[in-house]
Each structure stands twice: as C-alpha cells, then as structure tokens.
C-alpha cells in the first residue's frame, strides 16, 4: 500500500505526506499535485469506533523521490520496496491503494 495516515492537528496536507513518507519508508519527495480523492465509508466494526467511519484520502503525486526504501521503525509498516506497476494486479491490496495506483498509472 502507498504510505499513507492520518494528518496531524493543523498539519498542511503536503506537509502530512514528507512527514509519513519519510517515517514509513525512509524516503523523502517533493509533493506535486493532487491525483484524485478517495473517499469510503464503513460499518463499524470490533477494533474500531462505534460509529461508522467515513475515510477521505487525498492522492498526491511525489516526484523526485530519493532515499533507498526501509523499514519504519516505530513498526507501523512491515515492508518498503517498489514494486513495478505491471506487478501490482496480484497483490492484496486495500480499495485505497487500488485507486492509487489507478490515478497513478493514468499519467
């Protein structure tokens, strides 16, 4: 799944985005424009709120990445690599990062 979470207390977007890119994959990119929105809602569910939850994620495109890609240490993500786009059809996937890579893969 493209790194991602939740924007901090009057934390800017952009800002939100360097900031979990660099703690979930040790990588850092210059934020470019907005790609698309995704936005879900879901039932509750045991482990989370008790009211439904609506999830609205903003894509960004990141150019100019650099950094090799690692774990996060605080151990939010299990793995960082990349992967080529013709690979990621057979991955399980959750409907955020499907949508991701589809406005991705549209430029």
Do not use: C, N
Not at 10 to 30: H, K
Not at 41 to 56: C, E, K, N, Q, S
Not at 85 to 90: E, F, M, N, R, V
Request: aromatic share 6%.
């Amino acid at each position: 799944m493209p790194p991602g979470g939740g924007v901090e207390w009057g934390e800017d977007p952009p800002a939100s985005l360097r900031r979990e890119l660099l703690e979930e994959t040790g990588l850092v990119g210059d934020v470019g424009r907005i790609l698309g929105v995704y936005s879900a809602t879901y039932p509750p569910r045991p482990g989370r709120p008790d009211t439904a939850l609506h999830y609205v994620s903003l894509i960004f495109e990141v150019l100019g990445v650099s950094g090799e890609p690692k774990v996060e240490e605080a151990g939010g993500s299990d793995m960082a690599l990349w992967i080529p786009l013709d690979q990621t059809d057979a991955l399980d996937l959750h409907d955020v990062a499907r949508y991701s890579l589809q406005v991705a893969s549209a430029l």
